[in-house]
């Protein structure tokens, strides 16, 4: 974190630019208003280039329109939401924790909802509007991430990881585009590493507010133009749109391919810049038939 | 004579602590009139009794400010979590471990979170002491004295000394609670010895001294141990609704206190919050964060249908909670699946 103190005469100017959201204030309060990252704590950054999620207090609170957002508790925090009169949220119904009485809660029609049906997806999603409280938990341990969204930005997470976002914060869906097929005899079986769809937030024209929730801890990158990393496919939280991903296999040196599941091959998810990426550090574990891969989507092969 | 201000059991003027809950004694004997820091003017002498937790304030203040400095012997903290008395060099609730130095976190809607025990606090009751050791899924190890005893379900168990006597607490209505997925066995450990317990996720340690005469319901499998001053009974679930969608199965643990405190240690999933509800005052929670409330509180299962047009859509059901009485909440919990 840093303060940019100008040494103006007729009073000191004095602002904090939040590295997480971006947002300037005057760095009077402890919190940023837009993200809830803790002002004075510095930037935490690994060796490797990862930055860690700002450290948050409890109960820091962050605004947007005229409704607040209260976080609370830290090892599965809860988003308590205070919405104002016209303000509201949308969430898949099995985050919602608590609620007033008043607070009137109503489906939102998706568009595929055959696919999303085959797809493991929630069929509906559904959204609260003010006035009142209304409050929203995961089940895992982990981390509450506030993404602030600007006009024009949009932002693609991974199936599951969403919590929560303001109404004026569109939501559409797309195919990931990354798959195998593996066979056993007769039948094909077709594997979704990073799951058949992500999801697509996106303000068009007003600021708003996106909530995800990850297990463990979250690190965030960008890659540059042109530079690649490989990660996980299940610790993926999310990624600007900008960013390119497909397959890669990975074969260790000294491994037979009767080995199967037990390491003749690694999956690794490639992500190429330029662009944003977090990756949250508790994972499901991906399992790998270990079968013969009879077709697959774009993807890259290392032999050691 | 002394008295404790917790049980307003009468001691000997010799003894300094109660027997009961360990809560420091004080004196019958009329003492000076502490020294008020504010005004440099005597204060009225407080009245050391027993007071049921009262709603939480929103953005209380912390202990120490809060509560008035005495002079002498006689300087006492009130824990926000579970109002007994501490003496004024303690750092943590003898009663509950909640820290004293730290405010009482309570979010706008009226939440007050569950204190944050610091590693290695150690709780007393009775001729027994509890030390929580850990913070991400913490343990609790009973250090039993002569004649106390506790009460758990067996699998929470994490180790004990091999001399602990064990026994098995007679329990009725063995075979609803087999049907019904409850322990069908609530064991014993007697002292002197020590013993621990620790769940299998991460979570809260929420440490709930009890006063005599409350009534306290607690979510099934949720409880870690309990004193033996405490009863445990269960009470059914009515309405077919609520046991089909109240997220809990058919039973509900039920503590109860008599003449004499006891101390209950929950396990909760995740963050636990705690909140006040006045009489005929409601809030709905998702039935499976429930973690424990009040007798006097009722829990209705409401269910709200959601539609999707040609899919039917699904339905959510929430559990209407209406005072008088505390509500507790764990932020984790597993959703349970209605349609």
């Given amino acids: 974190m840093t303060y940019n103190q100008a040494a103006q005469h007729g009073g000191p100017a004095r602002t904090h630019t939040c590295p997480w959201c971006g947002l300037v204030t005057d760095g009077t309060s402890l919190n940023c208003p837009a993200c809830g990252a803790s002002i004075d ?20 609170k962050l605004q947007f329109g005229n ?35 008043q607070v009137d809660v109503t489906a939102m029609s998706l568009k595929g909802a055959w696919k999303r049906l085959f797809a493991g997806l929630p069929l509906i999603m559904t959204q609260a509007v003010g006035p009142g409280h209304v409050a929203f938990s ?45 066979r056993n005899g007769d039948e094909t079986e077709t594997h979704y590493p990073l799951g058949q769809f992500m999801d697509r937030f996106f ?47 990975e074969h260790p040196a000294g491994a037979r391919s009767s080995w199967r599941s037990w390491g003749e091959r690694y999956l690794w998810l490639r992500l190429f810049g330029p662009g944003r990426v977090a990756v949250q550090s508790a994972y499901a574990h991906l399992h790998d038939n270990g079968r013969n891969i009879t077709r697959h989507s774009n993807a890259t092969r290392q032999q050691w | 004579m002394k008295h404790c201000p917790t049980c307003q059991r009468t001691f000997d003027d010799e003894k300094v602590f109660c027997g009961s809950d360990g809560t420091r004694l004080i004196s019958d004997a009329p003492a000076a009139p502490p020294y008020d820091y504010q005004s440099s003017q005597p204060a009225p002498t407080p009245a050391p009794q027993y007071t049921e937790a009262p709603p939480p304030q929103q953005h209380a203040e912390p202990p120490r400010a809060a509560t008035p400095a005495h002079a002498g012997p006689l300087e006492r903290i009130r824990c926000e979590w579970c109002q007994a008395m501490n003496e004024g060099t303690a750092l943590s609730c003898r009663a509950c471990g909640a820290p004293l130095d730290i405010k ?47 009460f758990f379900e067996h699998h929470v168990m994490l180790w004990k000394d091999d001399r602990t006597p064990m026994s098995v607490m007679p329990i009725q209505g063995g075979i609803k609670r087999a049907l019904a997925g409850m322990p069908f066995i609530i064991s014993v450990a007697q002292g002197p010895g020590r013993i621990a317990f620790s769940r299998d996720a991460t979570g809260e340690l ?18 870690l141990l309990a004193s033996h001053h405490i009863s445990y009974s269960y009470v059914r679930i009515k309405g077919l609704r609520n046991i089909l ?72 059901n929430l559990a209407r909670m209406t005072g008088p009485g505390r509500v507790g909440i764990q932020s984790m919990y597993v959703h349970h699946h209605t349609d």
């Fill in chain 1, 67 to 101: 409704s607040f957002c209260q976080i609370e508790g830290t090892y599965v925090p809860v988003a308590d939401f205070n919405l104002a009169q016209g303000d509201g949220v949308y969430f898949a119904h099995h985050v919602l924790l608590w609620k007033d009485p």
């Fill in chain 1, 203 to 249: 303000a068009p024209q007003t600021p708003g507010l996106l909530l995800l929730h990850a297990a463990g801890n979250v690190f965030v990158r960008q890659i540059p133009a042109g530079h690649t990393i490989l990660v996980k496919p299940t610790a993926l939280l999310f990624k600007d749109p900008s960013v390119q991903m497909q397959l890669h296999f």
């Fill in chain 1, 138 to 182: 995961q089940d895992s341990a982990g981390e509450v991430i506030a993404l602030p969204l600007q006009p024009g930005q949009a932002v693609d997470v991974r199936e599951h990881i969403f919590m929560v976002a303001t109404l004026n914060i569109t939501y559409d869906w797309f195919s990931t585009g990354v798959w195998f097929n593996t």
């Fill in chain 2, 104 to 150: 009482n976190l309570v979010s706008e809607s009226g939440w007050r979170e569950a204190p944050r025990i610091k590693d290695m606090t150690e709780i007393h009751f009775g001729m027994s002491t509890c030390q929580v050791e850990g913070e991400i899924v913490p343990v609790a190890e009973i250090n039993l004295g002569p004649g106390d005893a506790v």
């Fill in chain 2, 206 to 223: 929420v440490v709930m001294p009890l006063h005599p005469g409350v009534e306290l319901d607690v979510r099934e499998h949720a409880f």
């Fill in chain 2, 245 to 316: 969608f109240g997220g809990q199965g058919m039973f509900m643990d039920r503590f109860v206190t008599g003449g004499e405190p006891g101390l209950l240690l929950l396990h909760g999933y995740g963050n636990v919050f705690e909140r006040y509800l006045q009489a005929g005052e409601s809030i709905m929670v998702e039935p499976g964060a429930f973690l424990y409330k009040d007798a006097s509180v009722t829990m209705n299962v409401e269910t709200q249908k959601l539609t999707s047009g040609f899919f039917g859509g699904t339905g959510m």
């Fill in chain 1, 41 to 60: 704590v510095g930037s935490i950054v690994t060796d490797s280039g990862w930055t860690e999620l700002p450290g948050r207090r409890d109960m820091a």
